[in-house]
């Protein structure tokens, strides 16, 4: 399937404005069922100035969709309301709890002659529907992994302790949220894996085997190095919300100087013959203190089956850093924290060493990366792994991609086709100027490809993709 994507206007004078936040809110029908209890139903709203009655008109608004909607299709919800100025998000996590995001469209403000003020155009479909819809899940699954389902704060303590929980986690949560920077990687959700050797690999899973059999109070562990996942005991819906908390959230708020070798004055106690670089990031910042706390973030895994609420441990030396996960009942004190210090520091820091140089010594191997005439997107529906080439950086707060946004919306509809049909399918699409987009899906894998070939035709560029599977995703692709 061939398609042209139109050229971007441009001016001089215009003002471009990003998609931005209007209102979240969440609501139960339930609470305030009757008339004049409308405000009941509403558990949280932002932005708290709004007045009263707006907010109240706006969830029954939302109400009213939802129902107009149920007539034509019982099952399948409203998902979306597109207007001229905004769009509106819906999702319903858990039965009667309904999530709403609002967002302001994209505009460009262009400027007018004799002084008149400047006109205004929506841009209506910049806005991708399956990635701010991905984006308020993420919301629910944020929430839910530190602080259980709605419905489990509503059993403990009513709606006064559901509306406090909302309202501490939301105020500052919505505060991260840089909707100008989501695209097609918040649809996938996926994780980022770190290519190792056999026996590096096995290296790390006897550590994990170690630290579990002598800290026997450890429950699950997950391995990360450089922001990348090794190895994880926790089920992958859980993973996939830790990961992201990891490596968008936590991560970045402890970056620090890369050490170059095992010998590099970061933190240098001698622990036998060996420098010891391991320290706490959730938990007491320095162990030496003797008002150190020793209270970690708790966080519920496993909540459609067992509900398991665990202590959040992570501890970090060099590049490579381990989640440690304890039941919360379980209550930890000093002397735990010196002992998990005093163990895991010094292997930590061994293999962290270990791991920097056998990476450095494959990537001399492989030899100099060029600069290569495409970049992708690919991402396994299976195992979750994601790979991408046109994000040089990508935290909550930042998006930087290497490709111009037009090429990135264009990758946002391909995928977007690709989830209407169950059926492998492969998409060609002829972009601005220099660049060609394809998009193949086979087998629960998805590949996104954008070439830079001026002259290039459809044989070409679909000859040239093959020689990238062959060459980048052997044995995965088994399209022609």
């Not at 999702?91 to 460009?108: D, K, S």
């Not at 990961?243 to 620090?256: A, G, I, N, W």
Request: aromatic content about 12%; charged content about 25%.
């Amino acid at each position: 399937m061939l398609m042209i994507s139109p050229r971007m206007a441009s001016g001089m004078q215009e003002k471009q404005y990003t998609p931005s936040l209007l209102s979240f809110f969440i609501y139960n029908p339930k609470f305030g069922p009757r008339e004049g209890e409308e405000e009941k139903k509403i558990l949280f709203y932002h932005p708290i100035e709004i007045e009263k009655n707006e907010k109240i008109r706006n969830v029954g608004l939302c109400e009213a969709i939802v129902q107009f909607t149920r007539t034509f299709c019982p099952t399948k919800p409203a998902k979306s309301l597109h207007t001229q100025k905004n769009r509106q998000f819906f999702h319903e996590p858990e039965e009667n709890y309904w999530m709403v995001m609002v967002v302001r469209n994209p505009m460009v403000e262009k400027p007018n002659k004799d002084g008149k003020p400047p006109t205004v155009e929506y841009q209506e479909e910049e806005i991708i529907d399956s990635v701010y819809g991905s984006v308020l899940q993420q919301c629910y699954s944020m929430y839910k992994l530190f602080n259980g389902t709605f419905s489990r704060a509503f059993e403990a303590g009513g709606v006064e302790l559901l509306t406090q929980k909302l309202e501490k986690f939301f105020y500052r949560y919505l505060q991260t949220l840089h909707l100008q920077s989501c695209d097609l990687l918040d649809v996938f959700g996926g994780i980022s894996f770190f290519p190792l050797d056999k026996m590096t690999y096995l290296k790390i899973q006897s550590f994990v085997n170690r630290i579990e059999e002598s800290l026997s109070l450890v429950k699950y562990t997950a391995f990360l190095y450089n922001d990348q996942l090794i190895w994880s005991g926790l089920e992958q819906d859980d993973m996939r919300i830790l990961y992201k908390y990891l490596t968008t959230s936590l991560f970045p708020r402890h970056t620090e100087p890369e050490l170059a070798g095992r010998d590099s004055p970061l933190r240098p106690e001698v622990a036998g013959n060996l420098l010891h670089y391991g320290r706490f990031l959730t938990g007491p910042g320095n162990l030496k203190d003797p008002d150190a706390k020793f209270r970690f973030p708790r966080i519920f895994v496993n909540t459609e089956d067992s509900y398991e609420e665990l202590h959040l441990i992570v501890y970090k030396a060099m590049s490579a850093a381990v989640c440690f996960m304890v039941n919360a009942a379980v209550d930890l004190n000093r002397e735990f924290c010196e002992q998990l210090d005093s163990l895991v520091g010094p292997q930590l820091t061994l293999l962290a060493s270990d791991i920097c140089e056998q990476y450095n010594i494959n990537r001399r191997i492989s030899g100099p990366e060029k600069e290569p005439q495409f970049k992708f997107i690919y991402f396994n529906h299976m195992n979750l792994a994601e790979k991408s080439t046109i994000h040089m950086r990508k935290t909550a707060s930042v998006s930087l991609t290497s490709v111009h946004p037009d090429l990135m919306k264009i990758l946002g509809d391909i995928n977007c086709d690709f989830a209407r049909v169950d059926e492998d399918e492969e998409i060609i699409v002829k972009a601005m100027t220099d660049y060609w987009v394809v998009g193949k899906k086979s087998d629960q894998r998805e590949l996104y490809v954008i070439l830079n070939q001026k002259n290039a035709n459809l044989i070409e560029v679909n000859e040239e993709v093959k020689r990238l599977c062959a060459t980048q995703f052997n044995n995965i692709f088994f399209l022609d």
